[in-house]
């Protein structure tokens, strides 16, 4: 039965037409690929009969949203809970051949969470160099009557040579409220005074704090049950590529990595088992060619959540949406 959504409902969906038109878009590779032929496309099929076939060595930066350790229903492919031995045995199933698809430069995010993320640590250090891991606060989940409520995710960040890899902290800087603004000889010190308040550049540390969950008025919005923001994959890609640069997600879902990817010039390529998230992926895509926006980033910023410029055009864009 299809879903009654509110008249207001931003989440994406997909005509017969449309869907008819995204199947047709997508590939399905059945013997060894060149990398002109996965360039900026949705690999529909399993990966480990996907990833063979694809060439060595062609990713700048891979990022891994894999199905967490946790009872999951994917549009009827159903993930059940595992022991901690036979979850890092499924990602042993996989890992290593997708870490073969990253350039000996190349940079690497595998996402978790808390029962996951001592699994991805074992498999992920044996092939490659452990850089940091960063923990984002999800601020959306069920609260817990005999237990602290879950509100956080690891991502674990891997190189493969520690001395020669990518990153750029300036592009991913975040503008924060200044709430106690210090003065030296009364002009301001490491911030700037605007008229939607006092704000300063920081660094970006492993702990963020200003991710949003897509939800039901963002246009980014799947009904995709662990679809990430596209503001926490935009920090990954502006940090470990460049411009030009091919992004690949072999668990792609509803294509947030590409999508993303695309918004900000880069190239990409995504393997994803269940045909309709593959479409929904190219449906976001198309709709990138015209709108090129990230939520919660502008002008080459990141803002903190419900701040400033951006929570005024977040208000100025829902009020357009209800006219």
């Given at each position: 039965?299809?879903?009654?959504?509110?008249?207001?409902?931003?989440?994406?969906?997909?005509?017969?037409?449309?869907?008819?038109?995204?199947?047709?878009?997508?590939?399905?590779?059945?013997?060894?690929?060149?990398?002109?032929?996965?360039?900026?496309?949705?690999?529909?099929?399993?990966?480990?009969?996907?990833?063979?076939?694809?060439?060595?060595?062609?990713?700048?930066?891979?990022?891994?949203?894999?199905?967490?350790?946790?009872?999951?229903?994917?549009?009827?492919?159903?993930?059940?809970?595992?022991?901690?031995?036979?979850?890092?045995?499924?990602?042993?199933?996989?890992?290593?051949?997708?870490?073969?698809?990253?350039?000996?430069?190349?940079?690497?995010?595998?996402?978790?969470?808390?029962?996951?993320?001592?699994?991805?640590?074992t498999v992920i250090q044996q092939y490659l160099t452990v850089i940091n891991r960063i923990t984002w606060q999800r601020e959306k989940g069920k609260g817990a009557k005999a237990n602290w409520?879950?509100?956080?995710?690891?991502?674990?960040?891997?190189?493969?040579?520690?001395?020669?890899?990518?990153?750029?902290?300036?592009?991913?800087?975040?503008?924060?409220?200044?709430?106690?603004?210090?003065?030296q000889d009364g002009q301001p010190k490491d911030w700037q005074e605007t008229d939607d308040g006092n704000f300063r550049l920081t660094h970006p540390s492993n702990f963020w704090d200003d991710?949003?969950?897509?939800?039901?008025?963002?246009?980014?919005?799947?009904?995709?049950?662990?679809?990430?923001?596209?503001?926490?994959?935009?920090?990954?890609?502006?940090?470990?590529?460049?411009?030009?640069?091919?992004?690949?997600?072999?668990?792609?879902?509803?294509?947030?990595?590409?999508?993303?990817?695309?918004?900000?010039?880069?190239?990409?390529?995504?393997?994803?088992?269940?045909e309709e998230y593959c479409c929904w992926a190219e449906k976001r895509l198309q709709q990138a060619k015209t709108d090129s926006s990230i939520q919660g980033y502008s002008d080459g910023i990141?803002?903190?959540?419900?701040?400033?410029?951006?929570?005024?055009?977040?208000?100025?864009?829902?009020?357009?949406?209800?006219?």
């Amino acid at each position: 039965m299809e879903k009654q959504r509110a008249q207001n409902n931003r989440t994406l969906q997909l005509s017969d037409s449309e869907r008819t038109f995204f199947q047709n878009r997508l590939t399905k590779l059945t013997k060894p690929a060149v990398i002109e032929d996965i360039i900026n496309t949705t690999l529909c099929g399993d990966l480990l009969q996907t990833v063979k076939f694809m060439p060595k060595q062609f990713a700048d930066l891979i990022i891994i949203d894999p199905p967490y350790n946790l009872k999951k229903d994917f549009a009827g492919n159903k993930f059940q809970q595992l022991s901690n031995d036979d979850y890092t045995e499924y990602l042993m199933s996989w890992f290593p051949q997708v870490v073969e698809c990253l350039k000996p430069d190349g940079s690497l995010y595998m996402c978790g969470d808390w029962k996951s993320t001592a699994a991805l640590q074992t498999v992920i250090q044996q092939y490659l160099t452990v850089i940091n891991r960063i923990t984002w606060q999800r601020e959306k989940g069920k609260g817990a009557k005999a237990n602290w409520k879950n509100g956080m995710e690891d991502i674990w960040f891997g190189v493969k040579d520690a001395r020669n890899y990518y990153f750029n902290v300036d592009a991913v800087k975040i503008k924060r409220r200044v709430l106690a603004p210090y003065r030296q000889d009364g002009q301001p010190k490491d911030w700037q005074e605007t008229d939607d308040g006092n704000f300063r550049l920081t660094h970006p540390s492993n702990f963020w704090d200003d991710i949003t969950v897509p939800y039901w008025s963002m246009p980014e919005n799947t009904d995709h049950p662990t679809q990430k923001p596209e503001k926490l994959i935009a920090k990954l890609i502006l940090a470990s590529s460049k411009e030009g640069d091919l992004i690949f997600d072999p668990f792609l879902g509803s294509g947030t990595t590409s999508v993303v990817a695309k918004k900000l010039n880069r190239r990409y390529c995504g393997i994803e088992m269940n045909e309709e998230y593959c479409c929904w992926a190219e449906k976001r895509l198309q709709q990138a060619k015209t709108d090129s926006s990230i939520q919660g980033y502008s002008d080459g910023i990141f803002w903190e959540r419900n701040s400033g410029a951006m929570q005024k055009k977040q208000l100025s864009n829902t009020l357009l949406t209800l006219l």
